[in-house]
């Protein structure tokens, strides 16, 4: 073979083990993280759900509460929308997630007794969700997506090899840092810890179940403990469908006074 066809067949080898390096190459701990967040049920592509809240207090008491959710994820941009159907003392009150390209995300929580809606902004976002050790701001994500991350050496989770990956929030509004355990098979987010503006430990989310919805995993158990308080919140789905057709007009201010 004239030396000239046998460089020229060498580039093209190397050119194709180059590319098939970069196609196999790991994803980086912020595609990682990203992808992550996509198993939780609320950032799901479309779909309705009933779910159980179980609040327990450090005294091991426990209050029970159902909802309805429905929520969808177009242009890479999710709404959803959380109705409480019991007890009686919160039925009816409903809360709206829109997120937003390049500005802040919407919230606004429906209170039936008051026949008002409320919106949530600033610092009533770091407030507690009906009670929950959830935060307003917990359920935008936004200190795990807006971040710096630092990759640290792999652990195991019940068996299981995870990343362990830190995220630092560019604003430290809610949180100083976060560490999450997510696993290497499927990237599905294992255990995340919360640390305070004193990086001491906050609390603490365990992804309980995970199952197959709409051709993807979800996450569909979890528990969030706050670790200085004793308090805990379990979250349970039950039923869930996935819905490609949900319309705009069933995330908006006007669809959370409807029943």
């Known amino acids: ?29 912020d595609e990682i993280i990203r992808r992550s ?7 799901s592509q ?3 759900m009933t779910m159980t809240m179980t609040l327990r207090n450090k005294q091991g ?97 019940g068996g299981a090899p995870c990343h362990v990956i830190d995220a630092v929030p560019r604003k430290k509004e809610s949180y100083d840092h976060t560490r999450s355990w997510i696993r290497k098979k499927d ?8 640390f305070d503006r004193n990086k001491r430990l906050l609390k603490v989310l365990f992804v309980k179940e995970v199952k197959p919805v709409g051709g993807s995993l979800t996450v569909t158990k979890l528990k969030m403990t706050n670790k200085q308080s004793g308090h805990s919140t379990f979250i349970s789905i039950g039923q869930i469908k996935r819905r490609d057709d949900l319309p705009v007009d069933a995330f908006t201010v006007r669809a959370l006074k409807q029943r």
């Not at 000239?4 to 083990?17: D, F, K, N, T, Y």
């Not at 009686?88 to 390049?102: C, I, P, Y």
């Open 61 to 157: 008491e426990t209050r029970d509460r159902k909802l309805f959710a429905r929520t969808s994820k177009k242009e890479g941009l999710t709404r959803t929308l959380v109705r409480f159907l019991s007890p009686s003392d919160v039925a009816g009150t409903a809360f709206l997630f829109v997120e937003n390209k390049g500005r802040e995300d919407d919230q606004h929580m429906y209170l039936p007794a008051l026949k008002v809606v409320k919106r949530i902004v600033g610092k009533q976002k770091q407030s507690r969700f009906m009670g929950s050790d959830l935060s307003y701001a917990d359920l935008e994500w936004k200190d795990l997506e807006d971040a710096s991350y630092v990759a640290r050496p792999d652990e195991k989770v």
């Open 46 to 48: 479309g779909a309705e």
């Open 37 to 43: 967040l996509e198993r939780m049920v609320f950032r």
């Open 187 to 194: 990237l599905v987010p294992l255990r995340i810890h919360f």
């Open 1 to 29: 073979m004239p030396f000239m066809r046998l460089l020229g067949a060498s580039c093209v080898s190397l050119l194709i083990v180059l590319t098939c390096r970069v196609a196999t190459a790991a994803p980086g701990p």
